[in-house]
């Protein structure tokens, strides 16, 4: 008998149709003769409804408060559901995040596990019950306060209880078919990745995938847990993310997929001292706004005036308080002026192969200069390239770079390409 | 320095307007110079949208499960008010029923409180915070389950909290201004009661009168917790239920208020053979359902055949489990049919003064009969007569007494009558 843990999102259980049918799902798994634990998230918009309501109490909720109304949402959503099941002749028990043993530190809004002990969850195992688990919340022993771990926290908690328990594999449901070569609604002709290394799976959610959150791949390429994204609307197989893909090496492509961000902001500073140091007294300003750096581009200094320009991108939602802490410290830093855009994309292309393939980043800026779209920034790491282009030709540079990679349906080029399963 | 319970029902926290209002109320208590508690129940109708969705999941929910999706309502109304609290610069923090020590029994739905520790929130007190504490719910030691306490459940938390504090008075707030005379939709002429002894406070929630919940009122008496019942949309005083009245026995009335009850339905068993022990057959097969028996009458036994019929009232909803019952055992009983009837009313009149006044029971049964209503039950205790009529004749009826016993605003014979304060 083997554990599986699955963990459904939020529109997989948006209605009691949804709670049914997912129930249905589970009870199959179970009678299939496996242990079973489930992680849930809070119905549809749940979440935004409740924060949308406390922002009418109070201008900026936050803290143990919100956290404790928050942690209300996978509560309605995980005795719905055991219920559901318990209808359709299987026992049930639900479990708060506390009662499940998630121990995080006290970071209200974002904290970090740093115990699972889900004994009540083993028991009830031990049982033959199914184990429902609250996505996305936690308990600090310290405090004895509720806690939550932020957007995407269930996805980590479904891994982190996959890695306690010593699961087969943890199942992320959602209502796609898995991760694909682009986002569907941009890349008609996307197909779905049938497996994907976790580090490539990692630099795709950097770069805006949103199937996956980074913290939940980490969590798993650092524990050793499978990860098979799937949909709760049909019985396909979907992605699965693990730790390495042997034997494929004649055929493993160059890119695995592309992604694409439209969440970022780009700031830049004009005019910086060309000397040893400023670069580091620049992030350390804008890193006391906990403002959360993506890329970073210094410009070569301009020889007549010993000045350099720094940019960088970050959330949009963290870009005004970055500037203001750059303002505050102008003379300081002594730059001359602050340049703030929102109107950026991101495309990042990634791929295990890029280590073994020269080319790639010629490739890449070829396919997008034939399109006429425009670079305005570069990074890379091992197996990505990151560039930032204008927000509103972003789509079309993912379409560009994803059949100039081979990555279309109707290529021949497609390697991990899917059966139709 | 006194330590003040407050209790907010769900009407006065129906949305973010009402949470504003009632944190400034609390905010004003804090700032005279209290320590404050508050009790807050969920938000408007939440428990009864929680209960639709259940319903949606599977045919008859309840148990664990339900009490764990239920207790999400007040985590919510509860995070939110310290939310709006703490906007207005006064320290809150909420406490669910298990962090404020409320242990219960494990009777999920209907639990009973048997121990009261609240260590957490004595400790917020002593830091100079409100402490919000969710209604309804509480904690079974044994399984380590949330359970709730039933409907009404949020005024015997109150109460408790009170009783375990040490407090001053516990504040019932609610949308009217206090316990009146009759309920003023049915009687406009009714009073607002200034103070009410508990014991008649008991005899009218017993019989129909809405404002406070049986249990929460015996609570109080038996712990000694002076209750106050008001209204949160203004600063009127409202009606101070107490242990005993001292100093206004000249003064006191014979009926304190009058009461109504459309919730119940009557069952006759006709045909009882008239020997020992039969009455007691009976009833042991009804309680075994759980039902809920109010009044009991046995007509004198019809010497001719032996046999007497004995009716009993009950919760509408009780009844068809009690006719089951009664029907599956009737040769063992040895009766010869059930009647049904669910258009009764029932009318209670209340006072302490009846122990001292003879003809009572005379003057409301004339009062009645000059009316046209006909009496089909009577049942009295030392402080109360209640009687059933036609359900479509209750109303009238309760206008009729009140105005019989002096009741009405504009009669001189109003004892316990306001101020307008």
């Given at each position: 008998m083997?554990?599986i ?7 997989s259980?948006?209605d009691?149709?949804?709670l049914?049918r997912v129930?249905?799902?589970i ?7 496996h242990?079973?634990v489930?992680?849930?998230s809070?119905m ?7 924060l949308?309501?406390a922002?009418?109490?109070?201008p900026?909720p ?6 404790m ?6 509560r ?6 055991a219920m559901a099941i318990?209808?359709l ?5 639900s479990?708060?995040?506390s009662q499940?043993?998630?121990i995080t530190d ?7 596990i ?6 009540r969850v ?13 996505g996305?919340?936690g ?5 004895g306060d509720i ?13 982190a ?5 010593g699961?087969?594999?943890?199942e ?6 898995g ?10 002709s996307a197909?779905k990745?049938?497996r ?7 630099e ?11 913290r939940a791949?980490?969590?798993a ?15 396909n197989?979907?992605?699965l993310?693990?730790?390495s ?5 004649v ?8 992604a694409?961000?439209?969440?970022e ?6 005019g ?10 620049i992030?350390t300003?804008v890193a006391k706004?906990n403002?959360?750096i993506?890329m970073?581009?210094q ?5 007549s ?8 991108t ?17 003379a300081e830093?002594?730059f001359?002026?602050l340049?703030?855009?929102d109107q950026?994309?991101k495309?990042a292309?990634?791929g ?7 080319g ?5 800026f070829?396919?997008l200069?034939?399109a ?7 990074s890379?790491s ?9 927000a509103?030709t ?5 379409r ?6 081979g990555l279309?349906?109707d290529t021949e080029?497609?390697?991990h ?5």
């Amino acid at each position: 008998m083997s554990l599986i843990v699955q963990k459904y999102g939020g529109s997989s259980v948006a209605d009691a149709e949804g709670l049914k049918r997912v129930a249905k799902r589970i009870v199959e798994t179970r009678k299939a003769g496996h242990e079973v634990v489930v992680v849930v998230s809070a119905m549809g918009d749940t979440t935004d409804e409740l924060l949308d309501l406390a922002e009418k109490v109070v201008p900026v909720p936050g803290g143990r408060e919100l956290d404790m109304l928050l942690s209300a949402g996978e509560r309605i959503s995980m005795a719905l559901l055991a219920m559901a099941i318990k209808g359709l002749g299987v026992e049930a028990r639900s479990y708060t995040g506390s009662q499940a043993g998630m121990i995080t530190d006290a970071q209200h809004g974002s904290a970090r596990i740093v115990d699972v002990t889900p004994k009540r969850v083993r028991e009830a195992l031990d049982q033959g019950a199914v184990a429902i688990v609250a996505g996305f919340q936690g308990f600090n022993r310290g405090t004895g306060d509720i806690t939550t771990l932020g957007r995407g926290g269930s996805d980590t908690t479904a891994v982190a209880l996959a890695a306690a328990l010593g699961a087969e594999v943890c199942e992320i449901y959602t209502d796609v078919d898995g991760v694909f070569t682009a986002d569907p609604r941009v890349v008609p002709s996307a197909r779905k990745i049938d497996r994907i290394t976790s580090e490539e799976m990692l630099e795709l959610a950097a770069g805006g995938a949103k199937v996956l959150y980074i913290r939940a791949v980490e969590y798993a390429r650092r524990h050793g847990v499978t990860l098979h994204v799937r949909s709760s609307f049909n019985n396909n197989e979907g992605t699965l993310v693990v730790a390495s893909i042997e034997g494929e090496n004649v055929e493993e492509p160059i890119i695995t997929g592309v992604a694409a961000d439209l969440s970022e902001a780009k700031i830049t500073v004009v005019g910086v001292p060309d000397i040893p140091g400023k670069a580091a007294q620049i992030f350390t300003i804008v890193a006391k706004t906990n403002a959360n750096i993506d890329m970073v581009v210094q410009n070569v200094s301009t020889a007549s005036t010993g000045r350099t320009d720094i940019s960088f991108t970050l959330p949009k939602s963290d870009a005004q308080a970055a500037l203001t802490a750059l303002t505050a410290e102008q003379a300081e830093v002594g730059f001359d002026s602050l340049q703030h855009d929102d109107q950026i994309g991101k495309l990042a292309v990634v791929g295990a192969g890029m280590r073994s393939s020269a080319g790639v980043t010629a490739q890449l800026f070829t396919a997008l200069f034939e399109a006429g779209i425009n670079i305005e920034m570069i990074s890379t790491s091992e197996i990505r390239i990151s560039v930032v282009t204008r927000a509103d030709t972003v789509n079309e540079a993912v379409r560009v770079v994803h059949k100039a990679f081979g990555l279309d349906a109707d290529t021949e080029a497609v390697v991990h390409g899917g059966t139709g399963r």
